[in-house]
């Protein structure tokens, strides 16, 4: 299993956002800890530890998460206010359609239908 790790200066806040805007469900593992999941897919969330972690890593995060309909996840996420870098759209081939969003700490999501591995 691979399992992207986000670190965030404000856990609390960024994890509202990311349940309640782009529609995530956030599960808590303490006060510095919470794993993102979506459709059987996880990313793991911590507070920032640049001491321990050489350096810090806030707003350095890339996660891309597959969802049956990006169109309406965009205008989902829009609706609620998401920091929306760009509207769905479709790659030349036309296999995959998305839109990418930043988080509040600068993390960047994209919400596509690309099925990896396969």
């Known amino acids: 299993m691979i ?31 919470a794993e993102i ?26 996660t891309y998460v597959r969802v049956s309909d990006p169109d309406a996840h965009y205008s989902a996420t829009f ?3 998401g920091h929306v870098l760009n509207e769905p759209h479709s790659d030349p081939s036309g296999a995959q359609r998305g839109y990418s969003a930043r988080d509040r700490e600068g993390n960047i999501w994209t919400f596509g239908s690309h099925q990896f591995g396969r």
Request: overall charge negative.
């Open 3 to 33: 399992c992207p790790l986000l670190a965030y200066a404000n856990m609390h806040r960024a994890m509202v956002e990311l349940a309640e805007v782009f529609g995530l469900q956030v599960v808590w593992f303490g006060d510095d800890v």
């Open 37 to 62: 999941r979506w459709n059987g897919g996880v990313a793991v969330a911590q507070t920032d530890q640049p001491e321990a972690l050489h350096g810090s890593h806030v707003g350095q995060g890339w």
């Open 79 to 81: 609706d609620r206010g």
